[in-house]
């Protein structure tokens, strides 16, 4: 709670879109690593992301409010912009009453951009394996979220560099 409360724990959603923690030093590399785009908003999301510009930081209930919303059209909408980091949940107490923010307006000195997946994706991938010694391609896939494709790259291009030994084991 203490970590929390002075913003050294942030909270996303990283990992395959689930909701996690990391150290507010880390948050711009995880927030490149897993930070799902969006092509267009759609005209919800367009609605509370306009609300919080113009009138946040705001709970859920205060953004039903705000846009005429219901909660339950309100909610899909802050976790898929969460997804994208354009909005952040502020987690200050154990309570349910959550004030919500555009994230550039709280950490504007961090960029998240398409260039920067791979290497913050490579360094993530790099700490995951630190940690749990081996795995399998899918086992990468199945943990973090990213495509298979994208994650054959990242194991082909950490091996290249000699970051990581692939080894085929029997069975």
Known sequence: GRFRERRELVKGRFLNKTIG??????????????????????????EVFHALETAGPLTPRQLAEETGL??????PALHRLQEAFLVYEDQLTCDNERGWYVFETEWPEITIAEE????????????????????????VKDWS???????????????????ILPVSVAG
């Open 21 to 46: 923690y990391v150290l507010e030093g880390d948050l711009a590399l995880y927030a490149n690593a897993f930070h799902r785009p969006l092509a267009k908003m759609t005209w919800t999301q367009r």
């Open 70 to 75: 219901l909660n339950k059209e309100v909610m």
């Open 116 to 139: 920067r997946w791979e290497p913050a994706a490579c360094e993530v991938l790099l700490r995951f394996l630190q940690g749990h010694v081996f795995a399998t391609a899918a086992q």
């Open 145 to 163: 979220g990213w495509a298979g494709k994208d994650v054959k790259r990242l194991l082909d291009g950490l091996a290249a560099r000699n970051a």
